[in-house]
């Protein structure tokens, strides 16, 4: 069981937009760490799509967003395109295990 | 930046897991960031290992603190991990990264990854 908590499955249609949910603790996200999410492809290796809590890397979409409120992050993904059809991770640190921590994952599928 | 795991692909349970990260792009010397390992295991999440600076300061994940070193090899800009002990719990993926400095850094580079099954 993840330290954060994402949905396990997410869908959406062709231009629609979703969201994925990163839910923790006042040990984590609500303690002011940063939120960073990750995109990974089958087969491949992650991809970094979102840091500090809502910037993105040069080359990623602005189809892509990140916000953080509370003990929550949040991903969403406007426009979605048959490409975006991956596993979504959400990463932060935990002072009270003293680890870096990953949300379990969500897969999203696009209809 | 770019960042190549190599190693065995098989090792026998209670033996040690080696691999090593080679990195181009980057000097491990320029001090800006910390050098990473993360594994998944088969159809699961990301689990974080440890990180290294390349002042030879290390932080690990508690959970495998007992087991896991990471250095830094200066000669050929790489830095390695080694898990002893190991089980088939251990067998996953293993990537290697470049990680922003902090608690919570996230890793802008990574390698393709690298299978490594504990099996007899």
């Known amino acids: 069981q993840s330290v954060l908590t994402q949905p396990p499955s997410v869908s959406g249609a062709p231009g629609q937009r979703v969201t994925i949910s990163c839910t923790g603790s006042?040990?984590?996200?609500?303690?002011?760490?940063?939120v960073h999410w990750y995109q990974q492809l089958p087969g491949k290796a992650p991809k970094l799509l979102v840091y500090?809590?809502?910037n993105r890397p040069s080359g990623v979409p602005d189809r892509f967003s990140g916000s953080k409120s509370g003990t929550s992050g949040s991903l969403a993904i406007t426009g979605l395109q048959a490409e975006d059809e991956a596993d979504y991770y959400c990463?932060?640190?935990?002072?009270?295990?003293?680890?870096?921590?990953f949300g379990g994952g969500t897969k999203l599928t696009v209809l | 930046v770019q960042l190549q795991e190599s190693g065995p692909g098989l090792v026998k349970p209670s033996q040690t897991l080696s691999l090593t990260c080679t990195v181009s792009?980057?000097?491990?010397?320029?001090?800006?960031?910390?050098w990473t390992w993360i594994r998944q295991r088969p159809g699961k999440g990301l689990e974080w290992i440890g990180y290294?600076?390349?002042?030879?300061?290390?932080y690990y994940n508690p959970s495998l603190k007992s087991r896991v070193t990471i250095s830094i090899e200066t000669s050929g800009n790489q830095f390695s991990l080694k898990l002893t002990s190991v089980t088939a719990a251990d067998t996953a993926v293993y990537y290697c990264?470049?990680?922003?400095?902090?608690?919570?850094?996230?890793?802008?580079?990574w390698g393709l990854g690298t299978q490594v099954t504990v099996s007899s």
């Open positions: 792009g980057d000097s491990l010397s320029s001090g800006d960031y910390s």
């Open positions: 290294i600076y390349y002042s030879g300061t290390t």
């Open positions: 990264t470049r990680s922003q400095r902090g608690y919570s850094g996230y890793s802008d580079y």
């Open positions: 006042s040990s984590n996200i609500g303690a002011y760490y940063d």
């Open positions: 500090g809590n809502n």
């Open positions: 990463q932060s640190y935990d002072t009270r295990l003293s680890v870096l921590v």
